[in-house]
């Protein structure tokens, strides 16, 4: 070989290596680990970051379960208040969360029909309400989503600043700037009960130089310590897969604590808020989408960063309802008019709540309808339909089948599997799994009758779209049979500044320069950008967005 061949040959060579080390610096940077940025020295709002899993209970160390292996959690609660008294507003994924969302009932939004499988319709509520990150956006907060759950109202893109629904997603790829209101959705769902979008395929070279993260090893579950509820059968076979779920809720854990250090790292925890909580109760029969304890008693737990409350325990009475119109006050703002829930978090709440009030609806094909209504001491619940099972209510799921797989029916007691009674009163003191019905003993009549009068009066004061039928809920959101599309902005010029108007009532508008810029929420007048072009769309809750509309200054 010549030494003009061995030249070239070792020059072909350096090169394809130097083309190699480019890239690799090149996918190193994109693989930048992403971090919170500093805030301004006059910022003095807190950040806000919400952790929600989709069904969970008091299943963690902090509400004294044995077999819960949660430390990170437990450490937040040790920091925080817990909270322990708390209920969703309804049994069903979608009409809790969205009312956490927008401290407004589900009856009076619209959320009374609960999807098995492909979803119906997307419901819009009344034009004036939002979810409060929607109006801490508005308010100049930076807002995001992480997790696969659905939103309750179709995934309106003027709700947040990012929405990350990557299956597998625990956080952001991009840096976050402060002040942040950001929720962070975990699945306690075995992998098949929560199906998300799946993520883009890194290529050859990202994938050669991206970081490796080895996925945590799960945490051994005794299944001797699990506590099984006094109204499923004690089995092996369901022990096994109550085992399997603690480790998700490990898993849920472990992710909180990666979150902590992400915020510790960045400077960011002394500044952040932070809150545990759930849409519903477990995924078990007779507790999701049921309004027993089972069902909607959730954890709540809120660490703040001035210590305030450290290590206590609150048996206040708080809604899910109350969700929203407390985050805005721990921001710094003032709960909207047509909220239906109070302020319960603040340094100085509401007066305390005497009643709490949930409700359930269909679930798929199956009609339900039945109102709860909770003090101190008592649930009463009416059902207006008590021919329907709970068991045909149940999720269908590992959990089920645990259950279902035994032929043992009968010992998840006659009121799953039978007719209940139209009135259902429990002690909750003294019977935790709400098994003796004593609506029948006339001693407790004067509890009945408070208890009926107290939702009585609320159902007075609370519209409630539930009563309509399937064709009705679907021609009020799917007129014609299509999701409504928001009508575009209108775009002026007026001082040298783009003042865009909404055309639907309750949308939103973003805009952009390009399409290779991210989207902004229109606040107020825009600066006309130099070439005197941008564009813009519109959203609404329940509506697909208006097309991106472009917008040129010189041609009007």
Not at 155 to 180: C, H, K, V, Y
Not at 295 to 321: C, F, K, M, Q
Not at 345 to 372: D, H
Not at 427 to 445: F, H, K, V
Request: charge should be positive; proline fraction near 9%.
């Amino acid at each position: 070989m010549t030494f003009g061949s061995v030249h070239g040959a070792l020059t072909r060579i350096f090169s394809l290596f130097g083309i190699f080390l480019v890239l690799g610096l090149a996918a190193c940077q994109q693989e930048r680990e992403p971090t919170i940025t500093p805030r301004s020295q006059s910022e003095t709002r807190p950040n806000i970051l919400i952790f929600v899993a989709d069904a969970l209970g008091p299943e963690l160390g902090a509400y004294d379960d044995p077999a819960a292996v949660t430390p990170n959690i437990d450490r937040l609660a040790k920091e925080g208040i817990t909270y322990t008294s708390v209920y969703a507003a309804s049994g069903s994924s979608g009409a809790a969360w969205g009312t956490a969302l927008t401290g407004v009932h589900p009856q009076t939004l619209g959320l009374i029909q609960d999807w098995n499988g492909e979803r119906g319709w997307n419901v819009a509520p009344q034009p004036e309400v939002k979810t409060f990150p929607d109006l801490l956006r508005q308010a100049g907060y930076y807002s995001f989503r992480v997790g696969p759950q659905s939103d309750p109202f179709g995934g309106t893109s003027a709700l947040w600043d990012r929405n990350e629904r990557t299956a597998g997603a625990t956080w952001l790829d991009n840096d976050i700037p402060q002040p942040f209101v950001g929720i962070v959705e975990v699945s306690t769902l075995p992998q098949d009960d929560a199906a998300a979008p799946q993520g883009k395929k890194k290529g050859f070279i990202e994938s050669l130089f991206a970081r490796k993260e080895e996925p945590p090893k799960p945490v051994v579950i005794d299944p001797n310590k699990i506590v099984v509820p006094p109204y499923l059968p004690d089995t092996q076979g369901l022990r096994t897969a109550l085992a399997a779920r603690y480790q998700r809720i490990a898993a849920f854990d472990a992710q909180v604590g990666a979150t902590l250090q992400r915020l510790e790292k960045a400077g960011a925890l002394d500044k952040t808020i932070i809150i545990i909580t759930a849409r519903t109760g477990p995924p078990l029969p007779r507790a999701e989408r049921t309004l027993y304890d089972s069902g909607v008693r959730i954890p709540l737990i809120v660490r703040h960063p001035d210590g305030r409350g450290r290590g206590t325990v609150s048996t206040a009475l708080v809604s899910g309802a109350d969700l929203a119109p407390s985050i805005l006050r721990l921001a710094g703002r003032q709960p909207m008019a047509w909220m239906q829930g109070r302020d319960r978090l603040s340094a100085k709440p509401a007066a305390p709540a005497t009643y709490v009030f949930s409700i359930q609806n269909r679930v798929g094909p199956v009609f339900e309808r039945a109102r709860a209504v909770r003090d101190n001491r008592y649930l009463l619940i009416l059902n207006e339909a008590p021919r329907t099972r709970l068991w045909d209510l149940a999720r269908r799921g590992d959990l089920y089948d645990a259950v279902a797989g035994q032929g043992a029916q009968p010992s998840l007691g006659a009121n799953q599997t039978n007719p209940r009674a139209e009135v259902e009163l429990y002690d909750l003191r003294s019977d935790r799994g709400q098994l003796r019905n004593l609506a029948a003993d006339s001693g407790r009549l004067p509890d009945v009758q408070r208890l009926a009068a107290a939702l009585a009066a609320f159902n007075a004061m609370t519209p409630d779209l539930s009563t309509a039928g399937t064709n009705e809920l679907r021609d009020r959101y799917q007129p014609a049979g299509q999701t409504p599309v928001t009508a575009p902005p209108m775009l002026k010029v007026v001082g040298g500044r783009v003042v865009m108007e909404a055309l639907t009532p309750g949308s939103a508008i973003q805009w952009r320069l390009n399409d290779k810029d991210n989207w902004k929420l229109y606040r107020g007048p825009v600066p006309l950008p130099s070439n005197g072009k941008l564009e813009a769309k519109a959203s609404r809750y329940g509506f697909r967005d208006s097309p991106p509309q472009p917008f040129d200054a010189k041609k009007k």
